[in-house]
DNA sequence: TCAAAAGTGTTAGATTTACACCCATGA
DNA sequence: TCATGGGTGTAAATCTAACACTTTTGA
């Protein structure tokens, strides 16, 4: 096989944009590096790519090894890979990007590993071309969101149409009429009204809903 | 270095999607593979990625070294890294697409490097993974073409309204009424009305137009 | 003279946007 | 009782889609 030995390996990571939507905001989970080169520095999470792993399962195995969760919501964002964007030796980086809901991470993991959620419009400079990534990740993932049912996978499986419009906000980064907004949600009957009634946001109490994946398949047209 | 030497490198090669718009159809060059593993099947072209070459660079390159052209458009489409993808080595693919003029492409060039235009509808059995990448490439095409005027790198200089027309029906796959068409033309100060004409493809001939790319610049709203 | 492509406006329907008040409740 | 967030409909404006005939000219 000499047309491979005609050239040179290079090692491959993943690194993983992981969005969260907390109080009205959408969020990064970074953590301040624990290696050399870049020690101290923000960066988002990553790992190699092993030779007998495919990138994707490489990404999942991340994910899950930051997170302990599974099945996801993610999505490749690219590869990266300028000569000079690692500033020990050459590495392509294959950025991904998921969603999780912030409550189902527990506090403690998150703690051993030293990762914290950031507001997506205060991130600090990042390790190597991560902000980048990260500009790249929220700009396909705004995109997605307006074509496809995602945002559910960023909160609660029961969640107030307040809730669900703050959401959609603070991805696309704008604010949107109250009532076009519950009009255009009645129309996909895919969020189901539950009989329950969320009282922590306000005095009246808001109607929960829920995102019916079944419903969805049968009829997938999502628009916001 | 034991950070990084804890972990294998892998190859990893640029695959190019060359798309070209010839008589009123899209059109992606391939060509029969020359090496092993899959000496013979159709294939897109390809390259390594060397050590001291950046991603874009090597895709720059390897479209230069088949196609003799510079400062194409071009974009990437993502990585490719199932473990089993190339059948002879474990080697990850980064996948770009580039956007050529057929007639700037030297027949003979194109010969020597045994590449052919093939429609996009009907693409044969690809080598590995192929398929998928010209798949995936063809979406981000189409998705970009909406919002940004790239068309016009797949024609020449001077082109007719009904070229134009045309190249937008085969890339979307529909057709398009042609007074609305014109009239969203029109509209856009940049694409610029000649005092040529064409008499190649009607009696009558047809007005020649040209992409003005300053006046882009300065009033960016394309919508096609 | 006729076939073939170029060129040109109007109208109905659909979609999008803007906008303001009452309701229920706990503090 | 009042402050807070929940919930609801209508009308104007804009955008989109449908549609048919005249012009020019070379064969």
Chains 1, 2 share one sequence.
Request: glycine share 8%.
């Amino acid at each position: 096989m000499t047309y491979y030995n005609d050239h040179k390996k290079v090692w491959v990571s993943v690194d993983v944009i992981i969005f969260g939507f907390d109080k009205g905001k959408l969020k990064v989970l970074i953590g301040r590096r624990q290696m050399d080169p870049g020690r101290g520095e923000w960066s988002l999470y990553g790992g190699f790519v092993a030779v007998d792993e495919g990138i994707d399962d490489c990404a999942e195995r991340t994910l899950y090894e930051l997170t302990g969760l599974k099945n996801l919501y993610m999505k490749q964002v690219g590869a990266f890979g300028s000569v000079n964007r690692d500033p020990g030796e050459r590495v392509i980086s294959i950025a991904y990007y998921a969603l999780i809901n912030v409550k189902d991470y527990d506090e403690e993991l998150r703690n051993e590993h030293g990762v914290e959620w950031v507001d997506i419009n205060s991130m600090p400079a990042l390790y190597s071309d991560h902000n980048e990534m990260v500009m790249k990740a929220l700009r396909l993932m705004r995109q997605k969101m307006k074509t496809e049912p995602i945002g559910f996978r960023l909160l609660p499986q029961l969640f107030t149409l307040t809730q669900l419009q703050r959401l959609y906000e603070a991805v696309s980064g704008q604010e949107i009429d109250k009532r076009n907004f519950r009009k255009r949600i009645k129309e996909m009957d895919f969020i189901e009204k539950t009989e329950l009634i969320d009282k922590t946001s306000s005095k009246r109490g808001a109607a929960l809903y829920r995102f019916n994946k079944k419903v969805y398949n049968e009829d997938p047209n999502f628009k916001l």
